[in-house]
């Protein structure tokens, strides 16, 4: 059974970059698809960017295309969001999953972009 936590957020100005970390357990991370989700306050939880095993990523959120990257290290068990050029619409709580086979939700990481 893979469980995921997220690491790396915090509070940055518009215009500033965080990375953010999704660490798994267990031992066939590999084997997933990981995907990065966000929920704003009084927002449903939407689908970011996606990572399939074999590294191919998707970005379903237009609103982060060129801003955001999805990367993974199969070897350390975790997949990573590069974010730059924040904006304060992305401030959200970011989770991470494997859509195809979801687990429990982790607690998240808080983002907050200031203006």
């Known amino acids: 059974q893979v469980q995921l936590m997220e690491s790396g957020g915090g509070l940055v100005q518009a215009g500033g970059s965080l990375r953010l970390s999704c660490a798994a357990s267990?031992?066939?991370?590999?084997?997933?698809?990981i995907g990065w989700y966000r929920q704003a306050p009084g927002k449903q939880r939407d689908l970011v960017a996606t990572i399939t095993s074999s590294g191919r990523t998707n970005y379903p959120d237009s609103s982060v295309k060129g801003r955001f990257t999805i990367s993974r290290d199969n070897a350390k068990n975790t997949a990573y969001l590069q974010m730059n050029n924040l904006q304060p619409e992305d401030t959200a709580v970011y989770y991470c999953n494997t859509p195809y086979s979801p687990k429990t939700w982790g607690q998240g990481t808080q983002v907050t972009v200031s203006s």
């Open positions: 267990g031992n066939i991370f590999s084997i997933y698809t």
